[in-house]
């Protein structure tokens, strides 16, 4: 299983972007995804996440209300749509990938296959 990120890039503050994660060579009857973001010097932290079918979301409190984690089980891919992006949310994001997905996790150690990262900067 690969988990391809892309979509990062540098943007000022109150822009948007879109991250994209595609999901090849899996096997599994239905998976659920996420996005955590680690920063300089942090540690690696949840952003967002949904379940197999789309029905169940979750979002870091940070993030409500500005972005938006989405499915699209045709092309096996994810979408971080972020929106009024603030210098605080420049980080390296990973796309990682839960087989099962019941649930929207947040909890990294139930992730078992992690992307390369995509780096996105917001500047003020």
């Known amino acids: 299983v690969q988990l391809q990120a892309s979509g990062g890039g540098l943007v000022q503050a109150g822009g948007s972007l879109r991250l994209s994660c595609v999901v090849l060579?899996?096997?599994?009857?239905?998976?659920?995804m996420a996005w955590f973001r680690q920063a300089p010097g942090m540690e690696r932290e949840f952003v967002s996440s949904i379940n197999w079918n789309g029905g169940s979301t979750n979002y870091a409190d940070s993030v409500k209300g500005r972005f938006t984690i989405s499915r699209d089980d045709a092309k096996n891919t994810v979408y971080l749509q972020m929106n009024t992006l603030k210098p605080e949310d420049t980080a390296v994001y990973f796309c990682?990938?839960?087989?099962?997905?019941?649930?929207?996790?947040?909890?990294?150690?139930?992730?078992?296959?992690w992307g390369q990262g995509t780096l996105v900067t917001v500047s003020s």
């Open positions: 060579g899996h096997t599994f009857r239905s998976y659920g």
């Open positions: 990682a990938l839960q087989s099962g997905g019941t649930y929207a996790y947040i909890e990294r150690e139930v992730y078992e296959y």
